[in-house]
């Protein structure tokens, strides 16, 4: 089942204080902007030899239903520069092996449907205040989730990105500072990318494998750039939009209305008041696992794909769960 997307791009936003004000000279959009997001079906040769071919003419618009017409992508040539580069020294010895999970050459959104599995992703950190509540709920539930890290803020507060990898988690790049892909020009969108896969690098000692782009937004250009920089595009199909504060309850319910096997489910521990997703954690997490489901974390997923289940029926079941 398909998310509203664009609740999320809405959400996750250059208003908020944790982020930069948009480049000058770069043009920034509304809320309701419509973007044009281009999925580039590749076929599973190219997948699986590494090789790309990126087509528009299979291009698919993200969030189509809720769109009424569609715009073509603009670009512009303001190039956004990461506000300062990381200095940071490695201080750290990986706890954990780097995870040699194939990329993928397509935009993932979800994993297996037939099996009972599911993954947690949190965008916008690290933050300060919030990111090691969440970390607690993780730890006290035995749960590992996949962070979405903004780069920024990684060179701001690797301690708190350590604590994400040390505990299991696994780490990905959000851009550096959180602009719409789509309205730059390939070289920024390399250097938001890359520069953040450093800045996680310096960290924890490994350079991320996986990319989310900020409010989802994507197009040839970014999937392209994305993928020759080595990470695998990551999107997610249940989104409980906590980022507008909906309330404890609303969260779950979305959630628990949108989770089927194989989700990958977007939530944010960072980018502005996240108490809303703090508190529905925990009911979130005991509430799937006593429906059968287990967590894992996307690289997981990934390594899952090509799995086939002997639960085929328990995923028909889980597939309709509604609370
Ligand atoms: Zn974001």
């Known amino acids: 089942m398909r998310t509203d997307f664009r609740k999320e791009a809405s959400t996750c936003n250059m208003a908020a204080p944790h982020f930069p004000a948009p480049v000058p000279g770069q043009r920034h959009t509304g809320l309701g902007k419509q973007r044009t997001m281009i999925v580039i079906i590749l076929s599973a040769t190219i997948a699986m030899f590494g090789s790309i071919t990126l087509t528009t003419d299979a291009s698919w618009h993200y969030a189509s239903s809720h769109r009424t017409t569609s715009t073509p992508v603009s670009r512009s040539t303001a190039v956004a520069t990461p506000a300062h580069t990381p200095t940071l020294k490695p201080t750290l010895t990986p706890t954990q092996a780097p995870v040699h999970t194939p990329q993928l050459g397509y935009p993932l959104f979800y994993g297996n449907s037939h099996l009972p599995e599911i993954a947690l992703t949190f965008d916008d950190g690290p933050n300060p205040y919030y990111t090691s509540q969440v970390l607690a709920v993780l730890q006290q539930h035995r749960v590992k989730a996949t962070f979405f890290d903004v ?108 989770v089927h096997n194989g989700a990958i489910i977007l939530l944010h521990d960072g980018g502005g008041n996240r108490a809303q997703t703090v508190a529905a954690l925990p009911t979130l997490i005991s509430t799937l696992e006593n429906q059968g489901f287990s967590f894992v974390t996307i690289p997981q997923l990934i390594d899952d794909l090509a799995t086939s289940s002997p639960h085929s029926g328990v995923s028909k079941h889980r597939a309709t769960t509604r609370i």
């Open 151 to 258: 780069g920024y803020l990684v060179a701001d507060y690797p301690n708190i990105v350590r604590q994400e990898y040390n505990q299991g988690n696994v780490v990905g790049n959000h851009s550096w500072s959180h602009p719409e892909l789509t309205l730059l020009s390939a070289s920024a969108i390399r250097s938001q990318i890359a520069s953040t896969s450093t800045a996680i690098q310096t960290a924890i000692g490994v350079k991320p494998t996986l990319f989310r782009p900020p409010y989802g937004s994507m197009n040839h250009t970014v999937l392209a750039e994305a993928y020759s920089l080595g990470v695998t595009t990551v999107l997610w199909d249940a989104s409980a939009g906590d980022w507008s504060l909906p309330g404890v309850s609303v969260i779950v319910y979305r959630i628990l209305h949108y």
